[in-house]
């Protein structure tokens, strides 16, 4: 069946530093890709998605490219900032499974100044 | 667009007991879903909604729990005979039916169930 697997957290980074998270994913169809983000007490927010492989999401600095070959959906970005401290879930859906989504565990992120 | 709104935000409720949820999603949206989500993993799907109609159901979704849409609009979630396990952040979400593709889910700030 379909599932999401996500780097374990959490990660702790420096203002301004390089960021990935990664993502690998397994579907028996072809799926669309997102990442949601999560803050301290919000719920869950539509960060980036692709819908077809080596479409490219990006949004606030934030990219992650869908690639088919590796099964992976990694989310980059080249310069956090504290207020990127939030909780990262990475999801998938077909349109032959209902819509539903497959949610990775989740990558806690805190970023120090 | 005031987005998905659930209520309560926090319940806590004594085992044995049943308690409801309520979802209203965003206006023109069609589809409607409900997570649960325990801590430190990722949202589950429990059920969806196309209008009306209940599509599906996980079968993490026993039978003291039911699920209504009755007018295609807002959604209600009941336990019934609420046990410790059931102890989670419940979320809904919502999104528009697409004729091809996949639709993009816009969730609600959830429910927190507490049973003690």
């Known amino acids: 069946g379909d599932s999401v697997t996500q780097m374990e957290g959490p990660v702790t980074l420096s203002e301004e530093a390089f960021l990935t998270i990664n993502c690998t994913y397994t579907?028996?169809?072809?799926?669309?890709l997102f990442w949601y983000v999560q803050y301290p007490g919000e719920g869950l927010q539509l960060l980036l998605k692709?819908?077809?492989?080596?479409d490219k999401g990006s949004n606030k600095g934030f990219e992650a490219t869908y690639r088919k070959e590796t099964t992976s959906f990694h989310l980059e970005k080249g310069s956090v900032q504290v207020s990127d401290s939030a909780v990262y879930f990475c999801?998938?859906?077909?349109?032959?499974?209902?819509?539903?989504?497959?949610f990775g565990t989740g990558t806690s992120l805190t970023v120090i100044p | 667009d005031t987005g998905v709104s659930q209520n309560p935000r926090h319940k806590i409720t004594k085992r044995g007991q049943n308690v409801t949820f309520r979802c209203d999603p965003i206006?023109?949206?069609?589809?409607l879903y409900w997570y649960r989500q325990t801590l430190g993993q990722g949202p589950e799907f429990l059920t969806y909604?196309?209008?009306?109609?209940?599509?599906?159901k996980s079968r993490l979704l026993s039978d003291r729990f039911s699920a209504e849409r009755p007018k295609g609009s807002f959604s209600t979630l009941e336990i019934q005979r609420t046990e410790q396990g059931d102890s989670a952040m419940y979320l809904c979400?919502?999104?528009?039916?697409?004729?091809?593709?996949?639709?993009?889910?816009?969730f609600g700030p959830g429910t927190r169930l507490t049973v003690l």
């Open positions: 979400a919502s999104s528009l039916a697409r004729t091809s593709g996949t639709d993009t889910q816009y």
């Open positions: 999801a998938l859906t077909e349109p032959n499974t209902g819509n539903q989504f497959y």
């Open positions: 206006s023109e949206h069609n589809r």
């Open positions: 692709a819908t077809k492989a080596d």
């Open positions: 909604f196309q209008n009306e109609a209940q599509l599906e």
């Open positions: 579907a028996t169809g072809y799926p669309s």
